[in-house]
């Protein structure tokens, strides 16, 4: 290994060794992006992979709300801002119970370099809150929104750091918050979160926006591969939130065969093909789980989970597209998806699978599509979101989506490039960080110390 990576990954691993998952980004990043820092001994010098791996700021505050109860409950929340390289931060807002400053760093650290391949001027942030949603009534929800954004508007701006939905923050989320932000400021700054109701500010095609790019993603690297696209062939798509759930329109819109789909308690196995109107009833109006689709349709089949190997890897696809969480496909899982006869994989999660999980895949000649590149069109239609605040003008949904695909094209096309640049062959995990990298790495220098 590079004396200069190796060095840096020792160093970040003795300082944050509780940090797991910030740990495996940086590592996977770092591993790739070798033969870059190889071939320019300056960055060395410049303590350029110290300053990438460094959040610019964390800020951790508390969060008190009162529930229906009228009990005091007491969260605790996070926005990383870490790097305006090349724009204001930018990167969602995540409310899950297993939030912590391991999870946000890892997410900020990745919204880097994808927001660097969208080709956009925004920087990379992440925030988010342990707050569980589930079960809460909507005035409760409210109650939270209201409080957080109280102190998080401190922090941010249309020019400054611009948050948006993730796990557990959707449009009623973002509309809450957007409240509350407008109600402290006295102003009406459109631009200062994205993900809005299309009501006040939002931009059409953003609520399908990285289910959609995940497709176009995965069609362009298809069609890279043997000319081939996702018309025959069977596909599990993990997850039935906001990614999920678009995921599924767009494959079956090019011809694929939606098999299964899940949530955090199991999956649903249709072999007829998955009736996204019935999950879409489910999880967008009634709030209900998965298994539920059982009611509608009794001849699916409905697997439990019972540990940390989702059962939704076990059934056989020929593409897989993880959309739920980090490290939800282990090693186990890539094994029976291989054994299986899987021929590629698209993270429309972040970090879904888990380092070995990746390995594997790519050792036994499994097409990966990487998460910073492949689930990039939410981010990158938010930025779309944000010029249209500005401009105080709105594109059409063919507008958007048109852009997006072009996006999406060439996202793939940076990924391509660079691996074969390198001589990487259709390792898009390594082009992916190598491109991102690259343009991050120029930005650094012309920057000057800061
Ligand atoms: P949602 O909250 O809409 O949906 C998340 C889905 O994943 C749900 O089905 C949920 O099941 C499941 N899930 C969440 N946590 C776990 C867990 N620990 N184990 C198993 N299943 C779980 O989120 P999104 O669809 O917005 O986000 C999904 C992923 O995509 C995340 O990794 C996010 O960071 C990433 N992403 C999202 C973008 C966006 O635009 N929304 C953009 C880029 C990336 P349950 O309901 O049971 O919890």
Not at 124 to 132: E, H, L, M, Q, R
Not at 154 to 163: A, E, F, K, L
Not at 270 to 279: C, H
Not at 343 to 367: H, Q, S
Request: proline share 3%; hydrophobic share 35%.
């Amino acid at each position: 290994m590079n004396n200069y990576v190796a060095r840096v990954l020792e160093e970040t691993k003795k300082k944050n060794a509780n940090e797991p998952e910030y740990l495996q980004a940086v590592e996977e990043v770092l591993t790739t992006i070798e033969p870059v820092v190889e071939k320019h001994p300056e960055y060395e010098e410049l303590g350029l992979l110290e300053r990438m791996i460094e959040p610019e700021r964390i800020i951790t505050f508390r969060v008190s709300w009162i529930d229906d109860n009228g009990k005091v409950n007491v969260n605790r929340a996070f926005r990383v801002q870490y790097s305006s390289l090349i724009g204001p931060y930018k990167g969602g807002i995540r409310l899950h119970p297993t939030v912590n400053q391991s999870i946000m760093k890892f997410l900020g650290f990745e919204q880097i370099f994808k927001n660097s391949l969208t080709g956009l001027p925004i920087g990379g942030g992440k925030g988010g809150s342990d707050f569980d949603p589930k079960g809460k009534s909507d005035r409760e929800i409210m109650a939270f929104c209201q409080a957080f954004m109280t102190e998080l508007q401190r922090h941010i701006g249309q020019d400054v750091d611009v948050p948006a939905g993730d796990i557990g923050t959707g449009a009623r989320e973002i509309g809450y918050m957007f409240g509350q932000f407008k109600r402290i400021r006295n102003a009406y700054e459109g631009g200062v979160l994205t993900g809005k109701g299309l009501s006040y500010g939002g931009s059409l095609a953003r609520t399908e926006a990285t289910g959609f790019g995940l497709s176009y993603y995965m069609r362009e690297m298809l069609k890279a591969n043997g000319n081939q696209t996702f018309a025959g062939k069977t596909v599990s798509i993990s997850g039935s939130g906001n990614v999920a759930i678009y995921a599924c329109q767009k494959v079956q819109e090019m011809g694929g065969k939606v098999v299964a789909m899940s949530d955090s308690n199991g999956c649903v196995y249709d072999e007829n093909g998955i009736d996204l109107a019935t999950i879409k009833d489910i999880k967008e109006v009634k709030r209900g789980r998965i298994k539920d689709y059982l009611k509608v349709h009794s001849d699916a089949k409905y697997m439990e989970r019972t540990s940390a190997d989702s059962p939704i890897w076990t059934i056989k696809v020929d593409i897989a597209l993880p959309c739920a969480t980090q490290n939800e496909v282990t090693l186990n899982s890539a094994k029976e998806l291989v054994k299986n006869g899987v021929i590629a994989v698209g993270e429309g999660a972040n970090m879904p699978c888990t380092k070995d999980a990746t390995e594997y895949f790519l050792e036994k000649g499994v097409l990966v599509a990487p998460a910073k590149a492949a689930n990039a069109g939410g981010v990158a239609t938010s930025a779309i979101e944000m010029s249209q605040n500005s401009m105080r003008f709105y594109y059409t949904f063919e507008e958007v989506d048109k852009k997006l695909e072009g996006i999406m094209t060439n996202i793939f096309k940076s990924c391509k490039d660079a691996a074969e640049e390198y001589g990487l062959g259709n390792n898009y995990v390594a082009g992916a960080n190598i491109a991102a990298f690259s343009k991050l790495a120029e930005a650094m220098k012309a920057q000057g110390v800061v």
